[in-house]
């Protein structure tokens, strides 16, 4: 289920417990709704408040850090192809060949990452090398250096393409990292409560109905950022692939 959808079904559970709240309100008796039972009430659910904030503190912390290391790595990524392209472009017009051939092999680099990321049915795939990436590195161990400059610049740009080869085993292996679903179930349910609690000892006026509604949506909005941060390659907020793409100017 979508980040948008997991967060509209979050946010009818909120307002259920709101509901939930103003009909017990209305069905208890009027001895239910004392003092004593209020102030026994709102330290429960202040303790649910409180561990329920802690989480989505900690969540959005998590996938915020998830997010921007992975945001790193492509960029990392997108420097090394830089790096790898100038290494070649330095080799001489005897690596022409290879450096189109790193060019085909960013464009299936770069359709292999935001798709596998952005599927569930590509999450589950295991990892297989590119047909592309394979004839890069075959062609770049294929090389003839005919000066030690040259044989220090082959020695360089195989280092370099291990390094984007590393990286990209990263993104994959980091790829597949969803939040589990009795884990936002059960905090779903402690906000539902604190709801149900606002509205069971308040009059069902207009400003509080109107309250309700925006505190609701945004709790459920702080859901959203947590699944929309842990798929940094798919949703509202991905990570753009146009600056690994564009990298290379055509030859």
């Not at 220090?152 to 292996?173: E, K, M």
């Amino acid at each position: 289920m979508s980040p948008i959808a997991l967060s509209v079904v979050a946010f009818g559970c909120i307002l259920g417990g709101t509901l939930t709240g103003m009909l017990l309100r209305h069905m208890l008796p009027g001895h239910h709704l004392s003092s004593d039972a209020k102030d026994v009430v709102r330290l429960g659910a202040g303790l649910i408040g409180t561990i329920a904030a802690l989480v989505l503190g900690l969540l959005i912390a998590s996938a915020k850090g998830s997010f921007d290391t992975q945001d790193t790595q492509i960029r990392q990524l997108t420097a090394d192809v830089i790096l790898l392209d100038q290494l070649l472009a330095q080799y001489g017009p005897e690596a022409t060949t290879v450096r189109n051939s790193l060019r085909g092999a960013v464009d299936s680099a770069a359709d292999r990452i935001w798709h596998e990321n952005s599927t569930a049915s590509g999450r589950k795939m295991p990892f297989e090398a590119s047909t592309a990436g394979e004839a890069l590195v075959a062609k770049l161990q294929q090389l003839s250096p005919q000066s030690t400059d040259q044989r220090a610049l082959q020695a360089r740009a195989i280092q370099v393409s291990g390094d984007i080869a590393r990286t990209r085993l990263l993104l994959f292996a980091e790829g597949d990292r969803p939040i589990p679903m009795p884990f936002l179930v059960v905090l779903i349910f402690w906000v539902s409560i604190i709801f149900a609690n606002f509205s069971l000892f308040a009059e069902p006026k207009p400003i509080v109905i109107g309250a309700q509604v925006v505190f609701a949506l945004s709790a459920s909005a702080a859901i959203f950022l947590i699944l929309e941060l842990n798929q940094p390659f798919s949703g509202l907020m991905q990570i753009s692939s146009t600056p690994l793409r564009s990298a290379l100017a055509p030859l």
